[in-house]
């Protein structure tokens, strides 16, 4: 039986900056090279909670204020069914404003309280007018992919709560919020941070953990991946690196 993956990818048109889409890319053409079918479901404003229920990868990116303005309210209608599946350890990567929507609150520069979806225990403050954005490439230091690469452009600080772990350890960059030390957020198997890209080429390990999860949960038994020749995203992982004077 030729195995075969449904991947939901949340607000592609408003949600897509940075070059999120890449992650879509890179778990398409690792499963293709094994021979794993995908279909891609590009959910926007207005979706059917309905059809999330059919998935088995989820995928977010960031956006600009305006857009994720947009996008909030319509998201929350469906956070019955998002929640169940985050839950439930449905994979998902959720980039930078994807992953503030997940947390408790975001408070703007002027005090006003935007909630959340509360399903991480996190909460993230906009930056002041006098404070910097928080730009350029990343290297963190994770438990189970060791060394990830990643590109930050964030003026939100998140900081994360009791009840949540820590996606990473900043070794060079900023993180989460320039100060703490921490870089995203893991839930399940839901991996919320602040790295753009995009995250997933440059890093095989972390999609293949995203593709052998998906299909063990919906083919309810274990799975083993073909390995792959990463030669070019090794490349590149170490091009980032030396500039960053960092080993890896």
């Known amino acids: 039986m030729k195995q075969k993956l449904i991947i939901s990818w949340l607000y592609p048109t408003l949600m897509n900056i940075y070059g999120d889409r890449g992650n879509i890319i890179a778990l ?18 207005g979706f059917s909670g309905k059809e999330l229920e059919e998935c088995d990868i989820m995928l977010m990116g960031g956006a600009q204020d305006k857009q994720q303005e947009a996008v909030a309210k319509d998201l929350f209608e469906k956070k019955k069914e998002l ?5 439930n350890g449905i994979p998902g990567l959720y980039i930078c404003g994807a992953y503030q929507f997940l947390g408790n609150y975001y408070k703007e520069a002027n005090g006003n309280i935007l909630k959340g979806l509360g399903i991480f225990d996190l909460y993230t403050e906009s930056s002041d007018n006098n404070s910097k954005r928080l730009i350029g490439n990343m290297v963190f230091n994770t438990k189970s992919f060791g060394k990830i ?7 939100g600080r998140t900081y994360l709560g009791d009840n949540i772990e820590a996606f990473g350890i900043i ?3 900023f993180g989460n919020n320039g100060k703490d030390g921490t870089e995203g957020a893991i839930y399940k198997n839901s991996i919320g941070t602040y790295s753009h ?18 299909l063990e949960i919906k083919y309810k ?24 004077s960092v080993g890896i």
């Not at 929640?83 to 839950?87: E, F, K, N």
């Not at 038994?221 to 792959?228: D, G, N, R, S, V």
């Open 171 to 173: 070794t060079k960059g």
């Open 221 to 244: 038994q274990p799975i083993t991946l073909e390995k792959l020749d990463d030669t070019f995203e090794q490349k590149a992982r170490l091009a980032i690196a030396k500039r960053l």
């Open 83 to 87: 929640q169940t599946l985050i839950d």
């Open 149 to 155: 690469v990643g590109f930050e452009n964030h003026g």
């Open 197 to 214: 890209g995009p995250i997933l080429p440059k890093n095989p390990e972390l999609t293949d953990h995203l593709i052998k999860i998906a």
């Open 28 to 45: 398409q053409h690792r499963c293709s090279l094994r021979n794993i079918e995908t279909e891609v479901k590009r959910l926007d404003l």
